[in-house]
Every structure is written in structure tokens, then in C-alpha cells.
């Protein structure tokens, strides 16, 4: 299985992204899909997730701001991020869990103020 995110770019504060993430696979074979990121000098950190039920988690720092979904027929999974801030700013990565976890390759990006 392979993912591949992108939708990544650059932002001003207060604007939107929508990053999507392919998979070579049916989506509805995973137990949870989700998105983490990692900012430079941090450890890489969940953003938000979405189970086989779509039952939904976001971290504090996302919630009301950043709405994850799957579509399970083009197979893609989606991060809308809206009122983005400077501290946004990361590499955001899609990840796939089944027995094992898989990763997508990353795509940046960058809030500025």
C-alpha cells in the first residue's frame, strides 16, 4: 500500500488549505486513517484522525479549525484547514493503519504571518 498527500503550499494567516491523501488501496480496509505533522525541531505530532465508523479525533491545537473526511470511493482522505496560523507551519504527513501503519511521503506547509 502506498500514500501519497499533497495540497500543500503557502498561506497567510487567516486563509485555507485543503490537503488531500491518495491511497493505492480501498481507504475502507484501514482501521483509522489520520494526518500528523511535524515542525522543525519538534517531534511529529497527530493533527486529527478518522476510524472505519468515522469517528473523528483533533488535537486541541486543530479542533474547530481543521475538519478531516474520507471519500471511499475515490479513495482520497482530506484535511481542511481553515483560519490557519503561523504555528501551522509544518510538514503534514497522511498515515494508514491495518496491522501495520503507512505513511505518506509529506507535503509542506507554511503559514505566514
Known amino acids: 500500500v502506498q500514500l501519497q498527500a499533497c495540497g500543500g503550499g503557502l498561506v497567510r494567516a487567516g486563509g485555507s488549505l485543503r490537503l488531500s491523501c491518495g491511497a493505492t488501496a480501498s481507504v475502507e480496509i484501514f482501521t483509522t486513517m489520520g494526518w500528523y505533522r511535524q515542525a522543525p525541531g519538534k517531534q511529529r505530532e497527530l493533527v486529527a484522525s478518522i476510524s472505519g465508523d468515522d469517528d473523528t479525533f483533533y488535537s486541541d491545537s486543530v479542533k474547530g479549525r481543521f475538519t478531516i473526511s474520507r471519500d471511499n470511493v475515490k479513495n482520497l482522505m482530506y484535511l481542511q484547514m481553515n483560519t490557519l496560523r503561523p504555528e501551522d507551519t509544518a510538514i503534514y504527513y497522511c498515515?494508514?493503519?491495518?496491522?501495520?501503519?503507512?505513511w505518506g511521503q509529506g507535503t509542506q506547509v507554511t503559514v505566514s504571518s
Open positions: 498515515n494508514a493503519k491495518l496491522i501495520t501503519q503507512y
